[in-house]
């Protein structure tokens, strides 16, 4: 299935966040966007210095005319425009959305990444509204402050807001200070899931909310559970972070373009990196970087990892004393490893090692084809293609 999102948010010129942002998003994950523009903003990455809301009455036009026809599998809202679309909005999905089953994620976009406003007053008012009819709101700090009425620790305010509205809220601790950060997906009765990263030190931040918002409504349109499609989400951003392309003197777009093998949002397995055996290691790290590959982990003399053009990773590994006949092992990463072993054992798969974490940062469990090749289900969060002993290139 492909799904169908649909997209209710403003236009951003620059091309960093809005609609621009998760048309990309949700291409790159393998779903089909719609939309509907709620504003048309002149805006780079200094900031917004322009803002034309689309008339109510066209925004509702653009949805009907999509869900008449294209249909959706889940609806993504951003930048509204105005209070009274806000209502528009929240009437048409307390009609629609029940009837049909359809996720609803809600990002209460206040301010851009520049600081300027996007929501007056009266669009802030409404939001409760759509909060009540959707299924994920997607706060992030400021935002959650201003949606709870004031400050105070984060995950209970979130709890508040989620059992006043009864919708998930997803706390985010971006604009937190200090060296890590906690994202947590929150309920009416409390705390969900939990995820806590480093912060990646970059100013290519625009677009980070309209990013995760529509990496979570794919997720929830392929019916993922929505702790599972939160955490998809959040990968997905940190990694269009780490590759955005430095583009403009501000908050730069993020790079969605580069994020193709690096999470394995599918039920099947994803074929994305593969380790050969090797004899000398200088010998084959030269000949791999000769074929034109980029070394991204050199731990000489046993162990050696490439990243190729499509995102895919090959690695190479000096065995002491060589082990004959040389085998090459086979990795497929997974969306949740654990699940996926459960799975696999029911259906008369024989684990010979069930997960467990390894000392270069990945989570792994190994069994065999019936020829014996070698194989390695595994989670490697972001440390397959950025491990905090990559090298470093100019």
């Given at each position: 299935m492909t799904?169908?999102?649909?997209?209710?948010?403003?236009?951003?010129?620059g091309g960093g966040a809005g609609i621009q942002a998760d048309l990309k998003t949700i291409a790159m994950l393998g779903g089909h966007a719609t939309c509907a523009v709620t504003a048309v903003t002149a805006q780079n990455t200094m900031g917004v210095s322009g803002v034309h809301a689309i008339p109510t009455g066209m925004v509702m036009a653009q949805i009907d005319a999509v869900a008449s026809d294209i249909g959706l599998d889940a609806v993504k809202i951003g930048m509204i425009g105005s209070a009274e679309t806000a209502h528009a909005m929240a009437k048409w999905l307390e009609r629609a959305a029940p009837a049909r089953g359809i996720p609803v994620v809600f990002d209460p976009?206040?301010?851009?990444?520049?600081?300027?406003?996007?929501?007056?007053?009266?669009?802030?008012?409404?939001?409760?509204?759509?909060?009540?009819?959707?299924?994920?709101?997607?706060p992030n700090l400021p935002e959650l402050f201003a949606l709870a009425g004031r400050e105070g620790e984060p995950e209970a305010l979130a709890t508040e807001l989620a059992a006043t509205h009864g919708c998930l809220v997803l706390a985010k601790g971006g604009h937190g200070a200090g060296e890590w950060l906690t994202d947590a997906l929150?309920?009416?009765?409390?705390?969900?899931?939990?995820?806590?990263?480093?912060?990646?030190?970059?100013?290519h931040t625009h677009g980070t909310g309209c990013t995760l918002a529509s990496a979570l409504a794919v997720g929830l349109a392929r019916g993922f559970a929505p702790e599972?499609?939160?955490?998809?989400?959040?990968?997905?951003?940190?990694?269009?972070?780490?590759?955005?392309?430095?583009?403009?003197?501000?908050?730069?777009?993020?790079?969605?373009?580069?994020?193709?093998?690096?999470?394995?949002?599918?039920?099947?397995p994803m074929l994305n990196q593969i380790t050969l055996p090797a004899s000398d290691y200088a010998a084959s790290v030269g000949f791999y970087r000769a074929l034109g590959l980029q070394q991204i982990v050199d731990t000489p003399p046993r162990y050696a990892r490439f990243d190729g053009a499509g995102g895919m990773t090959?690695?190479?590994?000096?065995?002491?004393?060589?082990?004959?006949?040389?085998?090459?092992?086979?990795?497929?990463?997974?969306?949740?490893?654990?699940?996926?072993?459960?799975?696999?054992?029911?259906?008369?798969?024989?684990?010979?090692?069930?997960?467990?974490?390894?000392?270069?940062?990945?989570?792994?469990?190994?069994?065999?084809?019936?020829?014996?090749?070698?194989?390695r289900l595994y989670d490697p969060a972001e440390n397959r293609r950025f491990p905090p002993w990559r090298v470093m290139t100019t």
């Open positions: 799904p169908r999102v649909l997209v209710v948010a403003g236009s951003d010129s976009v206040m301010v851009a990444s520049s600081g300027s406003v996007l929501a007056d007053g009266g669009t802030v008012e409404a939001f409760g509204r759509l909060m009540r009819a959707a299924t994920v709101v997607t929150v309920g009416p009765d409390g705390v969900v899931a939990r995820w806590t990263g480093a912060r990646i030190d970059t100013p599972l499609a939160a955490a998809g989400a959040r990968g997905f951003v940190r990694f269009a972070m780490r590759d955005a392309p430095g583009f403009g003197a501000g908050h730069g777009p993020l790079g969605q373009q580069a994020v193709r093998l690096d999470l394995a949002l599918d039920e099947r090959l690695s190479v590994e000096v065995s002491a004393p060589p082990v004959l006949p040389a085998t090459a092992q086979l990795f497929l990463q997974c969306c949740d490893l654990d699940a996926t072993v459960e799975r696999l054992e029911k259906a008369g798969v024989t684990i010979a090692l069930m997960p467990e974490n390894r000392s270069y940062l990945w989570r792994v469990a190994e069994l065999a084809d019936p020829h014996g090749n070698p194989i």
